[in-house]
């Protein structure tokens, strides 16, 4: 995959997971925890992956579905990823 502009990848990752949660895009803070403040159950952020994988072709280890709480840590990762 073409090394894509990371802002870019940002805004893609924010609206999947906003869609998802059933909240607006503005209202997503980065530090907001999936499951206490978004409500984003587990069946949910397997979904969220499973769209993030397909999107970016990459595949998110199983060790590191847990530690991916917030919007923050699926930056980081994707960090690493791409």
Known sequence: MPKKDFSEVKKEVRKIIADMAHIPVKDLKEE???????GIDSMMALEIVASIEKKYKVIIPEDDIPKVTCLKNVYDLLEKLL
């Open 32 to 38: 907001a925890k999936f499951v206490e403040e978004l």
